[in-house]
């Protein structure tokens, strides 16, 4: 298990390196200065060589890329070609923002979507069934920033139950929660679709299986035979989902995060590409990477929990 | 009549929407006494054994009555149906693989029985699943007990869902085809077991079974099922010596006899080929010609896989699964491979056309060193040795015509194309006796038996010497089964193939066969003419093999003894540097072998 763990945070330090190799090269490849974005096109070739120099875009690509990775190792991940304070810094500061909207979002999402799905399968083809697919599909399809000016509209206008600005400063813990309460219900709703799915189907499946009947066979109520016979086995598919789609519910949380003017690293990563903040761009890839290959490791680590078969080699 | 039955069935109808499955079936069955259902698939002998337990999907109609003892069983429902589940029946399955939760330990899944039916407490629940593993003989209960599912063996998952069925003391037990899925050595022990613990308990069972073996190995009557309907039911001597129906006789001869064929070595059909179907003269001899150099000879063959572990995935052992391994074939001979699941047969044949490389040993075929060729050398071998599978199902592509998958090797071959192509297909079809207009059609319109027949026919599309038949009839039905060996012996009548037949199915073995080699841990433990291997066993494995076999004979059952021992199969398992030492034969009949020591 130990030895496990310790190999894949070994993989995982080459991913690293891969992706910074990658991300270093793409961003240089894309066209655009970012001295012209910084000072405009009106400015002068001598300003802009000296900004060039101040930023060590004028050393070879090489050089760049060795003090870069070197850098990375050290945890100085530049500064900001923007705002000049330090990469790693401004990522730090709203990280946890973030990571709270997701974390929420992740828990309503599986609270929301496990008992639906659930719900569904143990009433296959009756009308929870279609209730239950129909709404999951609609939270499918519905964009975060459409769902999300909806929740506003409801909720913080004509309702006025929540702020329409999220903006993460609340102090007391309830403040917080009002902060937080929209944009994750918002995030959540599209967890809960993929999650709802995913159970529903992966729960027919296991409702289908020769224990399932052993369980009815020996006269085990109903609610065991889901609860403890099924729930259990149906688990692993939905775990790989939730797991997978936590690097895109961060991802998403980008238009939330807009939405509702929130700080976090959706709209740190949108502010860097628009001003061409190449090296904000590659810490926050950094950070991207480090957050997906971690959430891998914990479904896998996850899945020897839930079933005994599987072992850590 | 005697007292009250444990369970009375009559005029048991079940539907799925407008198709009746269940046509009318009524029977009774006393306290202590066993009745056997037997049938193919489809005859409803397992929706009718559902149906008891209620355990039918919802949209299944069962009318009729069933009742187990007192209660009336269609009239229940809801908590009072729960409560009679397990309590007042008990029911096992054919699949110990899958019939078992995999995420719950074993003893809690026993225990689990006696905490829905009794006031018992935790520990105490523990206790009496502990005495019920004694019982049902698994070795070293309290270890066992909290350990997960994937960790038994077949045999030994068998004996905890019994376990599980008997933990409340149920009146009649229900068992579904509980040995199908089993080797014969654990199938025997699992009868010996499920009749001790009737003797000692006067449960009645209810035994469902596609195999006359096992009917007369254990059961008191008989009910013949086809097609939803009771072909004939009666006790079972009356059955097994005096059968009224031809189907019923076509079941019994699905069964080994076992020695009623030593006067001849040749293969025995099932059924006499019909005279018009003779061709006029055979293309080859057919009789083995035993002078001449053997079409395929193995010598000493070795094919072991790696055992990676620990934290590194380093190699830590080796699973000798093929260990010297030799015997000879020729043209038009059948030589049998039997053994247990896990001896190496499958293996082994697979060995010889290198889907699995060898580490050692030499293999000729017609000539050629097999081991040593490569490219077109390689390719034009396995252009004339064809494998046929065990599940027709699988072997299929399901989205290519039955057409398209026999041409498939021509193709690949570069034999033939265009219009040749199809009369080939066609003509190809006609020998395994299918109409030549089904190469249009997809395998999913068509039975287990004619898929069967689809695979012989794309085997024979290259026009192979030999043929590899690894468990090629053993998923098929009984009556079925006798169809396609009838139809394998005749090509080889017709074309002098010879055949690898790899089987752990004695009753086919032993009519297809004109040599048998016996596997055992990787190892030919005896081979010889057949008549001299099953009439003579002199290796003790082969004896023990042999002696589990059921017959078809109800009078023989108690003759035969067999110790009660469970006992865990033994592992070919073995570390790195492990020198298995050579194998030493000593002949005891002519052609007879039989390797010395263990």
Same mark, same amino acid.
């Given at each position: 298990m130990l030895g496990f763990v310790l190999r894949r945070l070994g993989f995982a330090v080459i991913t690293l390196f891969a992706v910074l190799t990658l991300v270093f090269f793409v961003i240089r490849i894309l066209p655009g200065d970012p001295t012209l974005v910084i000072l $405009?096109?009106?400015?002068?070739a001598q300003s802009i060589a000296l900004l060039r120099e101040r930023m060590g875009l004028d050393q070879p690509v090489w050089l760049q890329y060795l003090q870069f990775l070197g850098g990375a190792l050290r945890g100085?991940?530049?500064?900001?070609?923007?705002? $000049?304070?330090?990469v790693i810094q401004e990522v730090l500061n709203v990280l946890p923002h973030t990571l709270e909207l997701t974390f929420v979002a992740l828990v309503l999402g599986v609270v929301l979507g496990l008992p639906a799905g659930i719900w569904a399968a143990v009433n296959r083809n009756r009308i929870p069934d279609y209730v239950t697919r129909i709404v999951s599909l609609l939270g499918l399809s519905a964009p975060a920033f459409v769902s999300g000016i909806v929740l506003l509209l409801v909720f913080s206008i004509m309702l006025r139950w929540f702020p329409v600005i999220s903006g993460g400063q609340g102090t007391t813990l309830l403040d917080r929660a009002r902060d937080l309460a929209l944009p994750a219900i918002n995030l959540a709703l599209i967890m809960a679709a993929y999650v709802t799915r995913v159970t529903r189907s992966s729960m027919l499946e296991v409702l289908s299986q020769d224990y399932v009947r052993t369980a009815m066979a020996k006269g085990a109520p109903a609610r065991a035979v889901v609860w403890r016979h099924a729930l259990r086995n149906c688990l692993i598919p939905v775990v790989t989902v939730v797991g997978l789609y936590l690097g895109i519910l961060i991802g998403n949380s980008v238009l939330t995060e807009i939405v509702f003017n929130r700080p976090g690293l959706g709209k740190l990563i949108v502010g860097a590409l628009n001003q061409r903040d190449y090296t904000m761009l590659q810490g926050m890839m950094v950070i991207y990477t480090l957050i997906v290959v971690l959430v891998n490791l914990l479904t896998d680590l996850v899945y020897g929990f839930i079933d005994p078969r599987v072992q850590y080699k | 009549m005697s007292p009250e039955p444990v369970l009375l069935v009559e005029d048991l109808r079940v539907a799925f929407g407008r198709t009746e499955v269940v046509k009318g079936v009524s029977f009774r069955l006393d306290a202590g006494k066993t009745l056997a259902l037997v049938g193919e698939s489809g005859s409803g002998k397992s929706v009718t054994a559902l149906s008891i337990m209620r355990l039918l999907p919802e949209r299944a109609r069962v009318t009729g009555a069933i009742r187990l003892g007192e209660t009336d069983m269609l009239a229940l429902s809801g908590e009072a149906l729960r409560k009679a589940r397990g309590k007042k029946a008990g029911m096992i399955f054919q699949e110990p693989m899958t019939s078992l939760n995999p995420v719950l330990r074993v003893g809690e899944q026993v225990a689990e029985a006696l905490h829905y039916h009794t006031d018992l407490s935790k520990s105490a629940a523990r206790a009496e699943v502990l005495r019920l593993f004694e019982r049902v003989r698994i070795p070293d209960a309290a270890r066992r007990y909290?350990?997960?599912?994937?960790?038994?063996s077949g045999g030994m998952r068998q004996r905890v869902m019994i376990a599980m069925a008997l933990a409340c003391k149920p009146r009649l037990l229900i068992a579904d085809e509980p040995t199908t899925a089993l080797d014969v050595t654990i199938q025997a022990e699992i009868l010996d077991l499920l009749a001790e613990l009737q003797r000692e308990t006067g449960t009645a069972v209810l035994f469902i079974t596609h195999d006359m073996g096992v009917v007369a190995e254990i059961a008191d009557d008989v009910l013949v099922m086809r097609h939803g309907d009771i072909l004939e039911q009666g006790p079972v001597r009356k059955i097994f010596s005096a059968p009224a129906h031809d189907y019923t006789r076509d079941l019994l001869a699905a069964?080994?006899?076992?020695?009623?064929?030593?006067?001849?070595?040749r293969p025995v059909r099932f059924r006499p080929r019909p005279?018009?179907?003779?061709?006029?003269?055979?293309?080859?001899?057919?009789?083995?010609?035993?002078?001449?150099?053997?079409?395929l000879s193995v010598d000493g063959l070795v094919t072991r896989f790696k055992v990676r572990g620990g934290m590194l995935g380093r190699h830590t052992g080796n699973v000798h699964a093929v260990e010297g391994v030799s015997f000879a074939l020729r043209r038009g001979e059948t030589l049998a491979l039997v053994g247990e699941s896990g001896c190496g047969k499958s293996t082994t044949g697979r060995s010889i056309l290198r889907l699995v490389e060898p580490e050692a040993g030499a293999v000729r075929f017609d000539g050629q060193d097999v081991l040593k060729a490569e490219g077109q050398a390689l390719r034009t071998i396995r252009q004339r040795i064809q494998m046929i599978f065990q599940d027709p199902y699988g072997s299929l592509d399901p989205r290519q015509t039955v057409g398209s998958a026999i041409a498939e090797p021509m193709h690949v071959h570069k034999i033939a194309r265009g219009s040749e192509m199809e009369d080939r297909v066609a003509s190809l079809l006609r020998r395994v006796e299918l109409d030549p207009g089904s190469a249009t059609r997809f395998p999913h319109e068509f039975s287990g038996g004619q898929r069967q027949r689809i695979c012989i026919a794309r085997a024979l599309a290259l026009d192979p010497a030999l043929v590899i038949a690894d468990e090629a009839v053993s998923a098929l039905d009984v009556s079925i089964k006798a169809q396609v060996t009838d139809l394998l012996l005749d090509l080889q009548d017709d074309l002098g193939l010879s055949y690898l037949f790899i089987s752990h199915d004695m009753a086919v073995v032993e009519r297809i066969s004109h040599r048998i080699a016996v596997m055992h841990l990787g190892r030919i433990v005896e081979t010889g003419p057949r008549s001299a291997v099953i009439g003579s066993p002199s290796h003790p494995y082969t004896q023990k093999l042999l002696a589990a076999v059921p017959v078809?004979?109800?009078?023989k059952r108690r003759a035969r003894k067999r110790d009660g021992v469970a006992e865990e199969l033994r592992s070919p398992i073995r570390s790195v540097g492990f020198k298995p030492e050579d194998a030493v034969y000593r002949e005891v009949g002519p052609g007879h072998f039989v390797m010395e020591g263990a």
């Open positions: $405009g096109d009106q400015a002068s100085d991940w530049g500064t900001s070609l923007v705002s $000049g304070r330090p | 909290d350990e997960y599912p994937h960790t038994f069964v080994p006899r076992l020695g009623d064929m030593a006067e001849t070595d005279a018009e179907q003779i061709p006029a003269s055979p293309r080859r001899d057919p009789a083995p010609t035993p002078d001449a150099e053997p079409l078809a004979d109800p009078e």
